[in-house]
C-alpha cells in the first residue's frame, strides 16, 4: 500500500490551497484517513481525520480554516487550506488505516504518506 501526498507549495498568508493524498495497491478497504502536519521543530501535531463514512475531526487549532473531505471511489482524501500566517507553515503527512489481503486472511496497518510541504509567505 502507497499514500502519495501533493498539492503543497509556497502561498501567500490568506490565500487557499487544496492537498491531496491517494491511497494505492493491496487494499480491501480503507477506514479512518488523516492529516498531521510537522513544523521546522520536528513537532508533528493531528490536523484532522475523516471516517470511512465521512464524517471529520479536527483539531481546534484549524477547526473552520481546514476543511477535510474524501471520495472513496479513488480511495482519496483532500485537505482545503484557508491560510492564515507563518504559522500554517510545515510539512502535511496523510495517513490511512488501511484493512488489506494477505493469503485468505485480512490484515490492518495505518500507512503514512511521504509528505507535502507548504511554505507561506506574508
Known amino acids: 500500500v502507497q499514500l502519495q501526498a501533493s498539492g503543497g507549495g509556497l502561498v501567500q498568508a490568506g490565500r487557499s490551497l487544496r492537498l491531496s493524498c491517494a491511497a494505492s495497491?493491496?487494499?480491501?478497504?480503507?477506514?479512518?484517513m488523516g492529516w498531521y502536519r510537522e513544523d521546522r521543530e520536528g513537532e508533528r501535531e493531528f490536523i484532522a481525520r475523516i471516517t470511512e463514512d465521512g464524517r471529520p475531526i479536527y483539531n481546534d487549532l484549524v477547526k473552520g480554516r481546514f476543511s477535510i473531505s474524501r471520495d472513496n471511489g479513488k480511495n482519496t482524501i483532500y485537505l482545503q487550506l484557508n491560510i492564515q500566517g507563518p504559522e500554517d507553515t510545515a510539512v502535511y503527512y496523510c495517513?490511512?488505516?488501511?484493512?488489506?489481503?494477505?493469503?485468505?486472511?485480512?490484515?490492518?496497518?495505518?500507512?503514512w504518506g511521504q509528505g507535502t510541504k507548504v511554505t507561506v509567505s506574508s
Open positions: 495497491g493491496n487494499i480491501f478497504k480503507i477506514n479512518d
Open positions: 495517513n490511512a488505516d488501511v484493512v488489506y489481503f494477505v493469503g485468505t486472511y485480512y490484515s490492518q496497518k495505518i500507512y
